[in-house]
Each structure stands twice: as structure tokens, then as C-alpha cells.
């Protein structure tokens, strides 16, 4: 996909800034997809107070780590893409280090090394590739022709795998997948062969014995055979899903009402405030509050990519594109492994899960968002 730039390599915007309102002219903030993201959230709100047994403790702890990510995005909306663009290889090269870091000196925890404690503080170098990647790959693309020549494509590819090579050894599936889908989106967008594409699945389907083999933990393996068959045991590893499969469908269309989920309150969903946590909004809002949150984040997505459309510049457009197809992905993967349509890799819904880490980045790449939607007068001059 392609997204077409007009023949200075700028589009004709349209707008302008005589209609954007106050908040996006003082603060540098979409106020459309600030709406959306503070509805969102408010909508994790009400599903983790029911989700932790009606806590307000629990809740009060996420409002907090909410205000810190939004604080995070409003202090990186301030900062024009010009910005973004000069630090590029800089904030890649600093989290590539990090990563490296992590495998040499992290905490090892569940089998897991994906943690550095400073002392003052300990932080996941992870979650810092999903915006540093794209911004690279947008860095690298953006100043040539598009679609890239061959050689620039492997580039750009090498780079992509460096990070999703170090974070899956950690190991850590699920972020490494959204790595891999932050870099992948901004080249599909920057117009990737479709012949190269086919060559790339042809690679992966003929190495595919190698990764299971060799490039797969034990409980990896056994994450995949679940989905495959959950019944095959119910028990152990098939537990979890066939637990939240069941809430989905006990939702029916209108759902059991808030604080009403049997299967949350009566402990039957793990990890019902973290990666599971749609399980619960299903039961208790079912299939109309499912649609109507899945309405919310596609409308984001749309936000975002429509963003990417009236962007300045290449470097802009891709990276717009790239950061909300990412967000498309990171939902998708979430919904689909709870509701049994993917393996189970580890990912939290967006906005909705409690945690702090992967909220604060989700926050800061749409700060970026909104650097690039509300600098454009700024930038072209």
C-alpha cells in the first residue's frame, strides 16, 4: 500500500488552522482522538472496578498510571516531527542498546529476562522499539523514492529484525510480534513489493519446523497446540481459554450487567484484569458493549490513519500510518487470543487492561500522532 504524496512530496493539507479549536492550536492535541482515548480509558475504568472484585484501590492505582501516560503524550505532542525525524537513528540506536542490556544484566523472573532495575527505577527497553522502530523505518524510507528499491527494503527488513530477534529471545512473544508489526507497517505503507511480500511468507513457511524446533520455548508449543485443541487439556493448559470463551458466550447480546459476571467474580477467569480482561466486558456488557468498544478503536484507527493522510511529508505519513496500524494490531491480537481465534502470546488490551509500562508507550506514540496532525503549518515552514 501506498500512500501518495502529491508532487513535492507534500499534500495539499485542507483545513487548515482556521478550524482547529482551541486545544489543538495552544496544546498540539487532536481533540477527536484525545475524545476518543479518554472514552477508552473510561471504559477501562468501569471494566477493571468490576474485574478486581469492586476495588477502588486497584482503580485509583491505574488512574494514576493514566494520568502519567496522558501527561506523556501531551509533553510529546509539543515537540514537532522535525524533531522526531533529526533523533531517529539516535532513540533506535539507544533502545537496541537496551535490549542488548537486557539479555546481559536484566531481572530474571517466570523464566523470563525482560526487565532492567536501575535501582530508582526498573523499566521494559522493549516497550521503547515499538516507537523507535517505526521511527526509523520512517527515518530510512522517507527521504528517497518511494516505493524503496530492493536493497533498501532489505534494509530496512535487517533492521526490523534485529530488535523482534532480541525481544523473542528474552523471551517475550507478544511484544516481539508488535515490534515486528510497528517496523512492518510503516514499509507496507512505503509501498513493499508484492513480490517481495510472498517471497518473505515463502521464507517464514519453510522455516516454520526450524522456529518450532529451535526457536520455541516449551510453553510456546504448548500455547500453540492449545489453540489448535483447548479440550485437549481442559485443566492445565486449555483452562484459560475455554474459561473465557465461556464468559464470551454467557454474555449473550445485552450481557449479565455490570458487576453481575459470574464467571469473573467467581475466580473462573485468570488474569481477568490484565490479558483477559475483554473476557469480562463481554460477559457483563455482551455483544452490544462489544461492538460498541470495538466501534471506539476502530475509530481510532480510522483517526489515526486519516492523520497519516493529510501528513506533510513522507516522513510524517508513514509514520502516522505505521503507528496507528500498529494500535490496529495490538487489539486485534488481544481480542483474538481471548476470544480463541489466535494462540495465547501475552498481550494486554489497549487502554483497558491494567498496567502501566505498555500504557505509557501506547500514549506517548499517540503524542507523536498529534505532533504531526497539529505542526503542519509549523513544519512547512
Request: hydrophobic fraction near 55%.
Given at each position: 500500500m501506498w500512500l501518495p504524496t502529491s508532487?513535492?512530496?507534500?499534500?495539499?493539507?485542507?483545513?487548515?488552522?482556521?478550524?482547529?479549536?482551541?486545544?489543538?492550536?495552544?496544546?498540539?492535541?487532536?481533540?477527536t482522538l484525545l475524545g476518543m482515548l479518554l472514552l477508552l480509558s473510561t471504559v477501562g475504568l468501569v471494566v477493571l472496578y468490576s474485574a478486581f472484585g469492586e476495588s477502588l484501590v486497584q482503580?485509583?492505582?491505574?488512574?494514576?498510571?493514566?494520568?502519567?501516560?496522558?501527561?506523556?503524550?501531551?509533553?510529546?505532542?509539543?515537540?514537532?516531527?522535525?524533531?522526531?525525524?533529526?533523533w531517529a537513528p539516535w532513540v533506535y540506536a539507544a533502545s537496541l542498546a537496551l535490549l542488548v542490556a537486557v539479555l546481559v544484566a536484566g531481572e530474571l523472573g517466570g523464566g523470563a529476562r525482560r526487565w532492567l532495575d536501575l535501582g530508582v527505577v526498573r523499566f521494559q527497553p522493549s516497550e521503547f522499539m515499538k516507537i523507535a522502530l517505526p521511527l526509523l523505518v520512517a527515518w530510512l524510507l522517507a527521504d528517497r523514492e518511494l516505493p524503496p528499491g530492493f536493497g533498501r527494503t532489505m534494509l530496512a527488513l535487517l533492521l526490523i529484525a534485529l530488535p523482534v530477534g532480541l525481544i523473542a529471545v528474552q523471551p517475550d512473544l507478544g511484544t516481539s510480534i508488535l515490534v515486528a508489526a510497528a517496523g512492518g507497517?510503516?514499509?507496507?505503507?512505503a509501498g513493499l513489493r508484492?513480490?517481495?511480500m510472498a517471497g518473505l511468507l515463502a521464507l517464514l513457511a519453510a522455516a516454520a519446523p526450524m522456529l518450532w524446533y529451535f526457536g520455541m520455548q516449551g510453553y510456546q508449543r504448548q500455547r500453540v497446540l492449545t489453540?489448535?485443541?483447548?479440550?485437549?487439556?481442559?485443566?492445565?493448559a486449555g483452562y484459560n481459554i475455554i474459561q473465557s470463551k465461556i464468559a464470551i458466550g454467557s454474555g449473550g447480546l445485552y450481557g449479565k450487567g455490570w458487576l453481575n459476571g459470574t464467571q469473573a467474580h467467581l475466580d473462573f477467569i485468570p488474569?481477568?484484569?490484565?490479558?483477559?480482561?475483554?473476557?469480562?466486558?463481554?460477559?457483563?456488557?455482551?455483544?452490544?458493549?462489544?461492538?460498541?468498544?470495538?466501534?471506539?478503536?476502530?475509530?481510532?484507527?480510522?483517526?489515526?490513519?486519516?492523520?497519516?493522510?493529510?501528513?506533510?511529508?513522507?516522513?510524517?505519513?508513514?509514520?502516522?500510518?505505521?503507528l496507528a496500524l500498529t494500535f490496529f494490531v495490538y487489539f486485534f491480537v488481544n481480542i483474538g487470543m481471548v476470544s480463541g481465534l489466535l494462540p495465547v502470546v501475552g498481550l494486554p488490551l489497549p487502554l483497558i487492561s491494567f498496567g502501566g509500562s505498555s500504557l505509557v508507550t501506547l500514549l506517548a506514540a499517540f503524542g507523536i500522532l498529534m505532533s504531526i496532525h497539529t505542526h503542519r503549518r509549523l513544519w512547512s515552514s
Open positions: 508532487a513535492n512530496g507534500e499534500s495539499s493539507g485542507g483545513g487548515g488552522a482556521a478550524g482547529l479549536g482551541l486545544v489543538q492550536r495552544r496544546l498540539h492535541l487532536d481533540a482503580v485509583e492505582r491505574q488512574l494514576i498510571r493514566l494520568a502519567i501516560a496522558f501527561a506523556v503524550m501531551v509533553v510529546l505532542a509539543q515537540f514537532p516531527p522535525l524533531v522526531y525525524r533529526r507497517s510503516v514499509l507496507f505503507l508484492w513480490r517481495i489453540f489448535l485443541d483447548p479440550e485437549r487439556d481442559p485443566l492445565g488474569e481477568r484484569h490484565t490479558d483477559f480482561v475483554f473476557a469480562v466486558l463481554a460477559e457483563e456488557f455482551g455483544f452490544i458493549g462489544v461492538l460498541l468498544v470495538l466501534a471506539l478503536y476502530f475509530a481510532v484507527v480510522a483517526r489515526g490513519l486519516w492523520i497519516a493522510h493529510h501528513a506533510q511529508d513522507s516522513f510524517g505519513r508513514l509514520l502516522a500510518g505505521g
